[in-house]
């Protein structure tokens, strides 16, 4: 099978080749070049890999591939790479897939617990600079105001219950992360 239609598990192998044999730079490099030639239901179940590099310009680059069908592995991907609450909120501020991705990414930043996949409890998503509750209230109301579907619903309950640990986790940044052991 061609890694042009691998989904994550026929990519983890080649990607932790990649990752010991050549870094993290050219593993981004190379995964974002490869991700792009992807479908966009697949390239959305691979886009955590994006994250595994550590490399900064993952957030860039899922600000711009980020495309319909969102699920919340691209939040979750942006979140491991700890975004500020600026690039986060202007995420918020669009009306398509960067605001699923911004309401994803602010759910899956807080502290590890047990019901978390042991990469991303390792990874421990976090904002870099988080914003104010007051902001961060008021910008979901706006979101909420403007697009008031059951996932955005549902997103925006789910952040304000637990935006005090959302905004106050602290987690180590341990990059490369380790993957699971493979089969």
């Known amino acids: 099978m061609s890694l042009f239609q691998a989904d994550s598990r026929a990519l983890q192998r080649p990607f932790r080749h990649r990752l010991a044999a050549d870094g993290p730079t050219r593993t981004y490099e190379w995964l974002v070049e490869l991700l792009e030639a992807q479908a966009p239901r697949l390239r959305g179940q691979n886009v955590l890999y994006v994250a595994l590099t550590g490399d900064s310009r993952g957030l860039d680059w899922i600000a711009e591939h980020a495309a319909s069908p969102v699920d919340p592995s691209w939040g979750v991907a942006a979140a491991m790479l700890h975004p500020t609450w600026e690039r986060v909120h ?36 976090t904002l870099a600079e988080p914003g104010s509750a007051e902001d961060v209230r008021l910008c979901l109301a706006e979101v909420l105001a403007e697009r008031n579907t059951p996932r955005v619903r549902e997103a925006v309950g789910a952040i304000d219950r637990e935006l005090d640990v959302i905004l106050r986790a602290e987690a180590p940044r341990l990059w490369p992360p380790d993957l699971p052991a493979q089969a």
């Open 90 to 125: 202007g995420w918020l501020r669009t009306n398509g897939s960067l605001q699923l991705v911004g309401l994803d990414a602010l759910l899956a930043c807080r502290a590890p617990c047990a019901s978390m996949s042991p990469v991303h409890q390792r990874c421990a998503p």
